[in-house]
């Protein structure tokens, strides 16, 4: 069946490729390629769409939605294109400008007055440009939607709880929470939900009539289960909840589907019926901004570009004198990336179903070679070699980790004395309760794990969603040898009274 469907793309897409001078040969060989990345890095089903010159170049959908089960991806299949939706977001509030109801540099407290940061000239001074370049001092807030469930509302309200951890303007954080925040400002514009608003303003008049905001609003079950790597093994996990942050990454799509927005993107904004953005405005979004450090993605350790930024939502270094446009999207058990090479009018989009599965990369850079720049190189080895070496260092630094552990330490106080409440007013409440020789833990209702004693007043343990590793809880006692604070992860709670 597999290979019918293969036969199928092949004739439908002869007469676009005749036009474009890719001969067949070379458009079977892109495919294997493909395949091989998707056998070389494990990925149960992943789905392509390659762009040049306006129109669809190459499409298709590779292995199955969900591993033990036989229905395989397809060009319609939905997957989630993640933080690749920022770009998405951005283009809204590009509509608004272009409109005249904003401009890039207002002040953010004109339109969400409810947004307050650690440091008062913060408040007053970050921009709708500040929320979308990730500079705004806010290190890391990712914890208010995998560590607890609380409205976006009450997010930007705990915000002033969170201390910087760079000077303002002065470094880059990757930030979803500020994308939520330009999501709300969007909605207050517009007079509608951010999902009402990119379904009437992007979808509809591009044509993505299989496209959805958020996972909800699915209508059949042509989508792919998300996996993670357990212990060797390929596990299907829960989806995650429809975020509260959903302007930041909640969008899905299909191949086909997302091909369009990738044309648009790629032609300063244009369709068929019109263009989404002024010229300006689009040219304003992909000009380059603010300096990203090249520890943000490894691949740079092989790529070694000259420069790397980010603009309104995407992306950029340069790749062997050209400039690439890109940005990756990551869900728990799920991945996308798209990348563009404007000047050659080249686009690309990837789907995968494995969790944080960098195929994704190779896929990116060959199709730059492949259809515009030559070469034959082979990413997916490159890639795998790095992302493999990064996995014996994290495996190392969890046994440099394990060989501190003291031997034949106790606990101070009895396990029943670690028991109880737990509160802060930025991360929320925690409970610790005695089972059997051990301490079970509950953040928010969110995150648990049941831990053993590790050493001293420490304990460790897997959570109960595997996929999230282990969990390390630390007990602090006050002089009077009552426990007095938990930290569970970088997040810490004082003990409620």
């Given at each position: ?93 590009g509509m608004l400008v272009d409109a005249g109801k904003l401009r890039w540099d207002d002040p953010v407290y004109q339109y969400l007055p409810e947004l307050q940061f650690y440091e008062p000239y913060v408040t007053r001074q970050v921009t709708i440009r500040d929320l979308l370049l990730h500079n705004t001092g ?360």
């Open positions: 069946m597999m290979r019918l469907y293969a036969l199928l793309f092949l004739l439908v897409a002869l007469p676009t490729l005749a036009q474009k001078a890719f001969s067949t040969k070379q458009i079977q060989a892109f495919d294997q390629y493909a395949e091989r990345v998707r056998r070389d890095w494990v990925i149960p089903g992943m789905a392509i769409t390659v762009v040049k010159d306006g129109r669809v170049l190459f499409s298709k959908g590779y292995g199955v939605r969900e591993v033990g089960r036989p229905e395989p991806v397809d060009t319609q299949t939905l997957f989630a294109c993640a933080s690749t939706t920022k770009a998405m977001t951005v283009t809204l509030l806010v290190g890391g807030t990712d914890f208010f939607t995998s560590a607890m469930t609380i409205p976006a509302n009450e997010m930007f309200r705990r915000m002033v709880l969170v201390k910087p951890v760079y000077s303002f303007r002065a470094g880059y954080v990757y930030q979803n929470t500020m994308y939520s925040a330009a999501g709300r400002i969007i909605e207050r514009l517009m007079g509608k939900t951010w999902s009402e608003a990119i379904r009437e303003r992007i979808f509809q008049p591009l044509g993505m009539t299989r496209t959805v905001p958020k996972r909800g609003h699915i209508a059949d079950n042509n989508l792919t289960r998300p996996h993670v790597r357990i212990n060797d093994t390929i596990r299907v996990i829960p989806y995650g909840l429809d975020s509260e942050i959903g302007s930041a990454g909640a969008v899905w799509s299909s191949a086909d589907d997302i091909s369009k927005w990738v044309i648009c993107m790629l032609d300063s904004g244009r369709y068929a019926g019109g263009r989404l953005l002024k010229p300006a405005t689009w040219a304003e979004i992909f000009r380059p901004q603010t300096m990203v450090p090249d520890d943000e993605y490894a691949t740079m350790q092989v790529l070694k570009p000259n420069w790397f930024t980010y603009s309104l939502g995407w992306y950029q270094h340069d790749y062997r004198g050209h400039k690439v446009n890109f940005h990756t999207g990551s869900l728990s058990g799920l991945t996308a990336i798209t990348g563009q090479l404007p000047d050659e009018k080249l686009g690309v989009f990837v789907f995968g179903n494995l969790d944080h599965a960098e195929g994704r990369h190779a896929l990116l850079y060959k199709t730059f070679d492949w259809f515009a720049l030559g070469g034959t190189r082979d990413w997916s080895a490159d890639f795998k070699t790095l992302y493999d070496g990064l996995d014996r260092q994290r495996q190392n630094a969890e046994q440099a980790i394990n060989a501190q552990r003291v031997a034949n330490t106790k606990p101070t106080v009895p396990l029943a004395a670690y028991a109880g409440t737990y509160t802060s007013p930025l991360y929320g409440e925690a409970t610790v309760t005695v089972t059997g020789n051990r301490l079970a833990i509950n953040v928010n209702e969110v995150l648990t794990a049941t831990l053993s004693h590790w050493h001293y007043d420490t304990f460790r343990g897997a959570y109960d969603k595997a996929w999230y590793g282990n969990a390390t809880a630390q007990f602090t006692l006050n002089p009077a040898g009552r426990v007095q604070t938990l930290l569970v992860d970088g997040l810490t709670f004082g003990r409620k009274p």
